[in-house]
């Protein structure tokens, strides 16, 4: 079971994360979208989606900070565990709340106005579910774990982490996850469960995140044909007829 | 220099009657569908009146289109890159669905299926978003022909600094249609505006489209768009906007709005221009400048040094010739009657209009003068501020110049043709009097009242070598840019492709037997010669069935 849980089920849920993205992109494109509801309803998106949005970048990057970096690495240029706690919290309570507070008031709005409501597909309401399952126990782990210390304090740099980045380095250590607090584990099962449906739901968008736009020209131009040499009805080159070029 | 060709569209407003067909048929053609009920790629709206959606020209509100800064750049009024992505979780200036209208259907099923009943039952509007019943209050044109419009028209934004002159008694004096699609800019603020980069402009003949696999549904074009013509497909969740009929446009026939135009009164044709000179152009500091800006980005394919460098840039020889014959042309450049709507706006649109000398007419006739008389109506342009400075502020960012000029023509050839009509001979100093030729006058006549079907459009086609690729003829495979050429089993791009522009039988038949459609096209060949195999009853053999084998008809 230990094995199941730890190893089995978190390479099967990040091959469907993986192959899904990979099949949906190919056959899908069209369906590739935010689905956005804004044309619908104005006024509590406008404060619950940018709160919400910027609340989980915020707690991305905090699960980058504690799950990627190795402890050794911290202690290494001299952080102690206490201000790294401390770092931890400040930077992820705020980040936490937001995501939170963002949530409820887009699950608010998208079951009391009616459009957003009747617009809402099984997928959606799947997916908002293990989603806000994810993210209140997440918060719930941080508040219970480092701030009240509910049954002792557990350092997630000691199980969590290590065990998480076991799986990445290909040699998955169940034991290191098996020691760690209910919470933490049913975070970590919930969360993989949201990886396997990921492709399948709009959190696709997440992959769209448009950072070309601030390098690429304003105006794109594009050409029926797309191949090099066709400008307007002028014959592109076929393959296999390039010129000779004497090379010396 | 850097040639490019656009496919460009003018309007004559003079001869628009208002009926909607236009958007009736666009609508049937490219939005009837889920997600687009509220969708009209063309509309008609009356003038003085908000539009739709609803005071669109607005800009202070929308933020829509670009603005020249302090150092002579030019940036997006909405903010630029950075800001687009802070307000990416919720786009700050998007209209909502009640800026546009609610799309509301009719609960039909109680008409048929009421028991016998003393009253009448009543079919009751529900509204298509949320599905409840509604009360229909606003639409796509609800200030239709000035209804209500103390109320509304009074709200028109483009009313800005002559409201004291107006005091409403426009409804007396003036009214007239604004029909309105996609301007396809040369400086899109759309494109311009798309985080995705999905929105691109067709290097071939200038067409803006949305890459419907490339959008994410950011709707940053939306507010980008100071035109408001480009509309989010709430069902998809991508943008969409008018494609400028691009299949039925690459093989040579007019959109679905101008094929089906009653006044015939909209112009299809190629412009050239000089793509490196666009963003220079529409950064002139003056906004009463940008007309003549935009005027002088177009190239003149007589001119030799032109057409070496159209030759250069790969347009072909019979793209040259419909430039040369391009009606557009002629409107804009020969005879300098259209006019861009909003050059303000800083996009260089592309389709231009004629601004309607009729409310001018109209009013010289009621007050029992002759309105067909020269000096009648020269000096009723003058005199009636109110419809020049209304049209000003539409086409030319609030100069009257350009404005009194074109209607000054208007009304010279009105006064002109009268002369012939009746059998005498025309009077030269008409002519003169707005600086044309006579000869130019006449074929300005031709050109805008005569209005064949030839010589309203010339469309080139795209060429035999990428016919396999056109939508029309969609005989390219369509899921061969995923690699293979394989149509796979699952998603959008699964099963045969469905042709954009089929003709039915009706439209077959009319095209065979009707003379008028008997038109060379550009590029030889003529339209008639096309026979579909999939209407044909299998009796006699329809004209170009077999190809002409030398023996004359």
Redesign the interface.
Same mark, same amino acid.
């Given at each position: 079971m230990k094995n199941f849980l730890w190893v089995i089920f978190p390479y099967i849920c990040l091959a469907i994360f993986v192959v899904g993205h990979f099949?949906r992109y190919?056959?899908?494109?069209?369906?590739?979208?935010?689905?956005?509801?804004?044309?619908?309803?104005?006024g509590l998106?406008?404060w619950g989606?940018?709160l919400?949005?910027?609340g989980m970048l915020g707690v991305v990057m905090g699960h980058v900070m504690g799950l990627l970096v190795p402890q050794s690495w911290t202690d290494a240029i001299g952080l102690d565990r206490h201000t790294y706690h401390l770092i931890a919290l400040i930077g992820g309570i705020p980040a936490g709340v937001a995501a939170v507070v963002g949530m409820l008031i887009l699950i608010y709005r998208r079951r009391t106005v009616?459009?957003v409501f009747?617009?809402t597909t099984v997928n959606d309401k799947v997916m908002y579910l293990f989603l806000a399952a994810v993210i209140l126990l997440g918060i719930w782990n941080t508040i219970a774990g480092s701030l009240l210390q509910f049954g002792g304090e557990y350092n997630y740099r000691d199980g969590v982490s290590p065990w998480f980045r076991s799986i990445f380095t290909l040699q998955p250590d169940a034991d290191l996850m098996a020691g760690a607090p209910l919470g933490f584990k049913i975070h970590a099962l919930l969360a993989f469960t949201l990886f396997a449906l990921w492709p399948f739901t709009r959190l696709v968008?997440v992959f769209?995140a448009?950072l $070309?736009?601030?390098t #690429?020209p304003?105006?794109?131009?594009?050409?029926?044909?797309e191949r090099v040499g066709? $400008?307007?009805?002028? #014959?592109a080159p076929q393959r296999g007829w390039d010129k000779s070029e004497l090379k010396r | 220099m850097r040639v490019m060709?656009q496919m460009a569209m003018v309007m004559n407003l003079d001869k628009c009657i208002g009926c909607h067909t236009c958007s009736v048929t666009c609508k049937q053609a490219w939005t009837n569908r889920a997600g687009t009920e509220y969708v009209w790629f063309n509309n008609v709206e009356t003038r003085p009146g908000l539009g739709y959606p609803r005071g669109y020209q607005d800009q202070e509100r929308w933020k829509g289109g670009w603005v020249r800064k302090g150092n002579g750049k030019l940036a997006l009024r909405a903010g630029g890159?950075?800001q687009?992505?802070a307000n990416?979780?919720?786009?700050?200036k998007?209209p909502?669905?009640e800026d546009y209208y609610e799309p509301w259907t009719y609960d039909y099923d109680t008409l048929l299926n009421a028991p016998a009943q003393k009253n009448f039952p009543v079919a009751r509007p529900h509204s298509l978003?949320?599905?409840?019943p509604m009360n229909v209050s606003w639409s796509a044109n609800w200030d239709d022909d000035l209804g209500g419009s103390r109320e509304h028209a009074a709200k028109d934004p483009m009313l800005k600094g002559i409201e004291d002159k107006v005091k409403f008694e426009f409804e007396q004096t003036f009214m007239f249609y604004l029909p309105r699609i996609c301007e396809h800019c040369l400086?899109?603020s759309c494109?311009?505006s798309?985080?995705?980069?999905a929105?691109?402009?067709?290097?071939?003949?200038g067409i803006v489209l949305v890459?419907?696999?490339?959008?994410?549904?950011?709707?940053m074009c939306i507010s980008g768009c100071p035109y408001k013509k480009v509309y989010?497909n709430?069902k998809?969740?991508?943008a969409e906007k008018c494609t400028f009929c691009y299949p039925r446009v690459e093989v040579g026939i007019p959109t679905v709005c101008s094929e089906t135009c009653v006044g015939r009164l909209r112009y299809i044709g190629i412009m050239l221009y000089d793509a490196d000179r666009v963003l220079e152009a529409a950064s002139t500091e003056s906004e009463h400048g940008l007309y003549e800006a935009q005027r002088d980005v177009f190239l003149d394919p007589f001119d030799p040094e032109v057409q070496r460098a159209a030759e250069a840039?790969?347009?072909?020889g019979?793209?040259m010739e419909a430039a040369r014959k391009s009606p557009v042309r002629r409107l804009i450049m020969d005879y300098k009657v259209a006019l861009p709507l909003h050059p303000e706006y800083r996009t260089m649109p592309m389709v231009w209009y004629i601004p309607p000398l009729s409310p001018v007419v109209d009013v010289v006739k009621e007050t029992g003068h002759d309105a067909e008389d020269k000096d009648n109506l020269f000096n009723a342009i003058e005199t009636l501020r109110i419809p020049v400075e209304y049209l000003a502020n539409l086409f030319t960012a609030g100069d009257v110049g350009p404005v009194n000029d074109v209607l000054r023509k208007m009304a010279a050839m009105r006064s002109y043709m009268r002369d012939i009509n009746l059998g005498r001979d025309g009077n030269p100093a008409i002519a003169e009097a707005v600086g044309m030729r006579e000869e130019d006058l006449y074929e300005m006549f031709r050109l805008l009242a005569i209005a064949k079907y030839a010589d309203r459009y010339v469309i080139p086609t795209?060429?035999a070598?990428?016919a396999h690729?056109l939508e029309e003829l969609a005989t390219d495979c369509p899921v061969s840019e995923?690699g293979g050429g394989q149509q796979?089993p699952?998603?959008?791009?699964?099963g045969a492709p469905t042709p954009v522009a089929v003709e039915n039988f009706r439209a077959l038949q009319a095209r065979q037997t009707s003379d008028s459609y008997e038109t060379e096209l550009i590029g030889g060949g003529n339209k008639a010669g096309r026979v579909n195999l999939l209407n044909w009853d299998g009796v006699g053999t329809p004209d170009g069935l077999f190809p002409d084998n030398g023996e004359s008809k």
């Open positions: 099949w190919k056959y899908d494109k069209f369906g590739w979208t935010t689905r956005s509801s804004q044309l619908y309803e104005t998106l406008r989606s940018p919400f949005h910027f009616g459009p009747s617009a968008h769209s448009p $070309g736009y601030l #690429r304003y105006i794109v131009y594009r050409s029926k044909d066709s $400008g307007v009805g002028s #014959r | 060709a890159r950075w687009k992505l990416i979780f919720s786009n700050p998007m909502s669905i978003i949320s599905g409840k400086n899109p494109a311009a798309c985080p995705s980069g929105i691109y402009k067709r290097s071939e003949d890459d419907q696999d490339k959008c994410r549904g950011w709707r989010f709430h998809t969740g991508k840039a790969g347009i072909p019979d793209w795209a060429h070598e990428q690729a995923y796979g699952f998603g959008e791009g699964s």
